[in-house]
């Protein structure tokens, strides 16, 4: 059975307002003002009691090999693609939908990333080492992926930091343009 999908972590700003989606198990953590480790997101992993409750009652199963795995296949429960499980709802592409005040939590930097960062790193350890890194040209995000891999993750390590230099959240708006006038 041929399983091809993706995860999938969006963040939107609209002034304040931090949006946060996510499908699957790549995670996104803020850096607050105080240097605390906010998780944004939830993983969907089917060992986590909602998860497999739900995967349970649409008739499928769990399974353990070094793993855990819906149907013996995939290692996440919710998914885009993978369409095979979806027939019977084993894998969804519901999100998650989280919001936050960045003027409450005055954060200094996001992290996004997928689970072959969040294999080797907890959400503490990622912002404790991206905060030493936040002068570097990338704010640290390729010496997170590096240090990820020499700690053995085997997967797929793709990471983005939003660095909110001097704090300025607050100027990003997604307004919509006026429209024009015509004669």
Not at 123 to 133: D, L, P
Not at 142 to 170: A, C, H, M, P
């Amino acid at each position: 059975m041929l399983c091809v999908g993706t995860t999938a972590l969006i963040a939107l700003m609209e002034g304040t307002r931090l949006v946060v989606a996510n499908v699957g198990d790549s995670r996104g953590v803020m850096c607050d003002g105080r240097g605390n480790a906010i998780p944004l997101s939830f993983d969907h992993k089917p060992q986590q009691m909602r998860e497999r409750k739900r995967i349970k009652e649409a008739g499928g199963f769990i399974t353990f090999n070094g793993v855990w795995r819906v149907a013996g296949i995939l290692a996440t429960s919710r998914a885009l693609g993978d369409y095979p499980l979806k027939d019977k709802k084993l894998v969804i592409a519901d999100p998650d939908i989280l919001t936050f005040d960045l003027d409450d939590h005055k954060p200094l930097f996001l992290v996004l990333a997928s689970d072959g960062l969040w294999d080797t790193f907890s959400n503490e350890e990622a912002v404790a080492f991206i905060k030493e890194r936040l002068n570097e040209p990338h704010y640290g995000a390729k010496s997170i992926t590096l240090q990820s891999f020499y700690r053995g993750s085997l997967d797929n390590i793709t990471v983005v930091i939003i660095n909110f230099k001097e704090q300025k959240w607050s100027y990003v708006s997604m307004k919509k343009p006026e429209p024009k006038k015509t004669s």
